[in-house]
């Protein structure tokens, strides 16, 4: 019995370490980096871009339609995986927003969002 446990720990070893040798996982160190500098440059972004309608942390928005970043992320069923593209898809207001959003700027953008995901978020009365 142990020693199907240790075969099934060098298994493991095995394959992450395979991974990260192909260059199809980053050690966690190197993808926390990133991930941060993502985020860094997504605020960079949402305070040049979005803050004059949008709370970007945590608030009421300046303009009352524009819902904030807060409340966005902790929208029921929205996922890093489903914010990507409702960002994409979600400007179609060009009388509004008067600028587009390339896709690296919606990558950094959506991981800042994320970062203002809370479990126990309660949409503020306004």
């Given at each position: 019995?142990?020693l199907?446990?240790?075969?099934?720990?060098?298994?493991?070893?095995?394959?992450?370490?395979?991974?990260?040798?192909?260059?199809?996982?980053?050690?966690?160190?190197?993808?926390?980096?990133?991930?941060?500098?993502?985020q860094?440059?997504?605020?960079?972004?949402?305070?040049?871009?979005?803050?004059?309608?949008?709370?970007?942390n945590?608030?009421?928005?300046?303009?009352?339609?524009?819902?904030s970043?807060?409340?966005?992320?902790?929208?029921?069923?929205?996922?890093?995986r489903?914010?990507?593209?409702?960002?994409?898809?979600?400007?179609?207001?060009?009388?509004?927003?008067?600028?587009e959003?390339?896709?690296?700027?919606?990558?950094?953008?959506?991981?800042?969002?994320?970062?203002?995901?809370?479990?126990?978020?309660?949409?503020?009365i306004?």
């Open positions: 019995m142990r199907k446990g240790i075969s099934a720990v060098l298994i493991a070893v095995a394959v992450v370490s395979g991974a990260i040798a192909t260059g199809q996982a980053r050690p966690a160190k190197e993808s926390n980096r990133a991930e941060r500098t993502a860094q440059r997504g605020l960079a972004f949402a305070q040049k871009h979005c803050s004059t309608c949008h709370d970007i945590t608030g009421i928005s300046p303009k009352p339609e524009a819902p970043f807060e409340a966005i992320v902790n929208t029921p069923g929205l996922t890093a489903t914010l990507n593209p409702w960002l994409r898809n979600s400007h179609n207001f060009p009388e509004i927003m008067n600028f959003i390339a896709p690296e700027q919606i990558d950094a953008l959506a991981a800042y969002m994320l970062t203002l995901k809370n479990a126990d978020y309660r949409p503020p306004q």
